[in-house]
């Protein structure tokens, strides 16, 4: 196994000489107010990422309502038109009997019509 070597980046300033104290509270007030800068700038970045999340939310949650509400409105189309279907299947049962008892009607009529007219032959004959 290898052992692990940590490189450290290459520096990007010189070395400073040492400095006095009044230098150092001079550099850490400056290096205090580069990380409130920065801590500035990302919270701003989180505050515009949580903004554009929100908006995407927003239009997502229309997006949604728009679609349940048209999903309803189907819904309640479907089940007007299953209510008429029913109407109708009804309606042609009802006609599909009356049908069946006309045709029972003409038949037996029909059955009786002959014997009818030798009736009525018969009854001129006699007159």
Do not use: C
């Not at 189907?74 to 038109?81: F, G, P, S, V």
């Amino acid at each position: 196994m290898h052992p692990v070597v940590q490189q450290h980046p290459p520096a990007t300033t010189e070395p400073r000489p040492l400095t006095s104290g009044r230098d150092a509270r001079i550099e850490l007030q400056v290096k205090e107010q580069e990380v409130s800068q920065l801590r500035i700038a990302a919270l701003r970045a989180l505050e515009h990422q949580l903004t554009d999340a929100q908006s995407q939310y927003a239009q997502l949650q229309s997006q949604f309502e728009e679609i349940k509400s048209d999903f309803q409105y189907n819904l309640q189309l479907l089940a007007e038109r299953d209510a008429e279907l029913e109407q109708a299947d009804a309606a042609a049962a009802a006609n599909a009997a009356e049908l069946a008892a006309k045709t029972s009607t003409i038949t037996q009529l029909q059955a009786q019509l002959p014997q009818a007219q030798n009736d009525a032959k018969l009854e001129r004959q006699r007159a």
